[in-house]
């Protein structure tokens, strides 16, 4: 089943081919929503309410553009949206001073999917939402200003903390893990 | 070092999959299927709009079957040959009528010679009454046979003229006799005829007789019919009409019925026993929806057959209410210890919170059936009321099924039915039974009304099935009958 077919089918609300989309895109469309939520509860509530609606928006898609990266927007949109906003900007305005520490490029590769998905799950949502946005989605500064309501000063700010939080909370890891082997 | 980790992290997740029960989400996010419950109200109308329409067609039938088929068209001459007289009656179809009656009069006709000669007018009769007294084996009616004997009857005979009010009102016409001699034979003008009397043509000492017509030669039926017909308020062709109708032999039906379901539902692997007792649970019994239209045949004796098409529909309620908890820790205070220097420390820790998720789901599940009925039967006539005894089989053409349950696990998890292949889907064989009262609503329709019950020889499920299953079928059955 090709995804133009899967695309026709859901438009015509044939559960067969909504089914195959929800089969075929999920695993994918969960780690988006996994990088944007504090927990996987949480991601799979984003991931569930964005299937609900890309089954009531499809008739607007245009097969002009990717159909994952349009489902990708939805699902990350849910996921900004789903943030108690107020907490949002508290955790922007209470940020601590963190040191700048520096991790081995050999620690960084070592890390797998899962690892790094849990340690952005860590960072604050504010970090982590220009982070996402910044090195994975590959959006500018300007637009994840414009996304999240913010100053790009404030956007390229939070990224260079969120990183520094990320190093730091690897280091943290590496070191645990280091304790663990030797006693 | 910022580079690197952008570049792993990026390329990492970018393209990775993570871990999640498909299955389940699917269900969760299954755009809820709609019961349909105007398709039988359209299929309801339908059948309301068809019978309708026989109804009004076969009333339009019976209308055209009297003025075309039942109006006796007559010649407006007759001989009466005894006397060289001629009875010469205007052109109407009344005029036929009152031809027609009169010759049933005929033999009470003592003879034309007692008919005293000479212009007489007809006595002064009363005004026509509506009670329709036919003379009953002459009377023109509604059946086109009669008329024909009537084409060819030739009197040989005087007559006396009966005018019966239920055929005929000449009140308004005139009806003249000629006579070859008209010092012997005068002519006889009906200047006053009206229904219910009778026309006697024998010697009156005060009025004289009627007509002086010794005898008619012949009664010519012709083709044409130009009075109003309104006036011709011939006696109920229903009667004749319904005979007729009653003698075709084949005739359409449409059935609506509502079933009761019994289910057989067992698992094929005993060692999944609980998966039916669960599915038995969470899965409630709805009703069978069914509509055939069928053709047949229905001989005098009294015996029918009849096939068509028919569509079939189960329907079930699948329900669950599945309640899950979830267990998070979270960084808090767990306790405070008050020293004896009146300080207090604060303890931190794990601190857990429950959090429970309930989630109802409810789904409509249908098995759908398309399929043939080939029935026989007997009807037993009770008067106005026939009662129809039939049987027969079911040929399933086509099967098709929709609806979740539980999935194996038993869990939170469901099994969407229209993605599997557990029923069958080729021909398959069951038995109908049935008993209904049939009642005439029209000379041409029945409406029926009675019980059904169909029995599946065969288990729905595939051979892919976890379970057997199987379906018996008891209701109510409506239907309409057109008999052509």
């Keep these: ?183 | 070092m910022s580079n690197e980790l952008d570049k792993h992290i990026g390329e990492t997740l970018g393209r990775y999959e993570s871990s999640v029960d498909a299955e389940a989400l699917w269900q969760a996010v299954k755009p809820p299927r709609k019961r349909k419950p105007w398709l039988w109200l359209l299929l309801l109308a339908g059948v309301i709009a068809v019978a309708g329409g026989l109804w009004s067609w076969s009333a339009m039938k019976q209308q055209d079957q009297v003025v075309e088929g039942d109006s006796p068209m007559v010649d407006h001459t007759v001989l009466f040959t005894e006397k060289d007289a001629t009875f010469t009656i205007p052109e109407s179809g009344e005029e036929v009528a009152s031809t027609s009656v009169q010759e049933s009069a005929v033999s009470e006709m003592p003879d034309a010679m007692s008919i005293s000669s000479g212009t007489e007018k007809v006595k002064e009769l009363p005004p026509a009454t509506p009670t329709n007294k036919a003379t009953e084996e002459k009377e023109i009616a509604a059946n086109g046979n009669t008329v024909n004997d009537k084409n060819s009857t030739t009197l040989t005979k005087p007559m006396k003229l009966e005018v019966n009010q239920s055929v005929v009102d000449l009140s308004k016409e005139k009806t003249t006799v000629n006579s070859s001699d008209q010092n012997e034979e005068p002519v006889v003008v009906l200047s006053s005829l009206s229904e219910s009397r009778q026309l006697d043509t024998e010697p009156n000492t005060e009025t004289v007789p009627v007509l002086v017509a010794p005898a008619i030669e012949t009664l010519v039926f012709g083709p044409e019919f130009t009075e109003e017909k309104e006036e011709l308020t011939i006696a109920t062709p229903v009667a004749s009409a319904y005979r007729r109708s009653k003698n075709s032999p084949f005739f359409a039906q449409i059935d609506v019925a509502y079933f009761d379901l019994q289910r057989k539902l067992e698992n094929k692997d005993s060692l999944n026993w609980d998966w039916a007792s669960e599915r038995t649970n969470s899965e409630q019994l709805l009703e069978g929806l069914s509509a055939d239209l069928s053709f047949g045949y229905r001989s005098r004796s009294g015996w029918q057959f009849r096939g068509g098409i028919g569509y079939t529909q189960l329907n079930t309620l699948f329900a669950s209410t599945v309640t899950t908890q979830t267990v998070d820790t979270v960084q808090g205070l767990t306790m405070l210890v008050y020293n004896p220097d009146n300080s207090v420390d604060s303890i931190f820790g794990s601190v857990a919170y429950y959090e429970t998720t309930t989630r109802q789901k409810q789904t409509y599940n249908s098995i759908r059936q398309w399929e043939l009925p080939l029935l026989a039967g007997y009807n037993f006539e009770l008067g106005r009321l026939s009662l129809l005894v039939e049987a027969g089989v079911r040929l399933r053409l086509n099967r098709n099924w929709e609806g979740i349950v539980f999935n194996q696990d038993l869990g939170n998890n469901f099994q969407d039915l229209s993605t599997t292949d557990w029923y069958r889907t080729g021909l398959d064989l069951g038995l109908q039974g049935g008993i209904h009262l049939a009642y005439p609503i029209r000379p041409q329709i029945d409406i029926l009304a009675g019980g059904s019950v169909r029995y599946n020889l065969q288990d729905f499920s595939g051979d892919n099935s976890p379970f057997t299953e199987r379906y018996q079928l008891l209701g109510g059955q409506l239907g309409l009958r057109y008999r052509f």
Excluded at chain 1, 136 to 141: Q, R
């Design chain 1, 1 to 183: 089943m090709t995804e133009s077919e899967i695309i026709r089918g859901c438009q015509r609300g044939k559960a067969k081919y909504q089914k195959a989309l929800v089969l075929r895109y999920s695993p994918i469309m969960m780690t988006v929503a996994r990088r944007y939520c504090r927990d996987d509860h949480a991601a799979k509530d984003v991931l569930q309410e964005a299937f609900i609606r890309v089954f009531r928006a499809i008739d607007r898609y245009q097969e002009t553009g990717s159909f994952a990266g349009w489902l990708r927007r939805i699902v990350i949109n849910l996921a900004l949206q789903s943030k108690d906003k107020a907490s949002y900007h508290r955790e922007q305005t209470g940020l601590e001073e963190i040191t700048h520490p520096l991790v081995a490029p050999n620690v960084v590769q070592q890390l797998g999917a899962e690892e790094l998905i849990a340690l952005i799950q860590q960072l604050p949502d504010g970090f982590r939402d220009v982070f996402n946005l910044y090195v994975v989605e590959g959006y500018a500064h300007d637009e994840i200003a414009e996304i999240l309501g913010i100053a790009p000063g404030t956007s390229r700010s939070q990224l260079v903390r969120a990183r520094q939080k990320l190093q730091a909370m690897i280091l943290q890891q590496e070191k645990e893990t280091y304790v663990k082997r030797v006693g």
